[in-house]
Nanobody
Framework: QVQVVESGGGLVQPGGSLRLSCTVS????????MGWYLQATGKERELVAD???????RSADSVKGRFTISRDNAKNTVYLQMNSLRPEDTAVYYC?????????WGQGTQVTVSS
């Protein structure tokens, strides 16, 4: 059974940083595309960033230069380093894992940016 577990969310002041982690089990991690979506209250889920098995990344324009996605295949973990956080980054952040058969989602972790 595939499990996707996020951690690292919380409350941070504007301009601060957080690092989200997502660990996957039950599947060959090194072959997965991994990514992060966010969902703000009352809005649709939207892509933040993803990283392919080979290391190619892409990110939303709104987070370029502030957020960095990376992966550690030895730890079956993907990270989202979030710097220069803004109140509009407040959302639930979901990790997903994608293989040939479909997507596997975590339960989400809340990130709140507020003074």
């Amino acid at each position: 059974q595939v499990q996707v577990v996020e951690s690292g969310g919380g409350l941070v002041q504007p301009g601060g940083s957080l690092r989200l982690s997502c660990t996957v089990s039950g599947i060959n991690f090194s072959r997965l595309t991994m990514g992060w979506y966010l969902q703000a209250t009352g809005k649709e889920r939207e892509l933040v960033a993803d990283i392919r098995a080979g290391g190619t990344t892409r990110s939303a324009d709104s987070v370029k230069g502030r957020f960095t996605i990376s992966r550690d295949n030895a730890k079956n973990t993907v990270y989202l380093q979030m710097n220069s956080l803004r109140p509009e980054d407040t959302a639930v952040y979901y990790c997903y894992a994608r293989d040939f058969f479909g997507d596997y989602w975590g339960q989400g972790t809340q990130v709140t940016v507020s003074s």
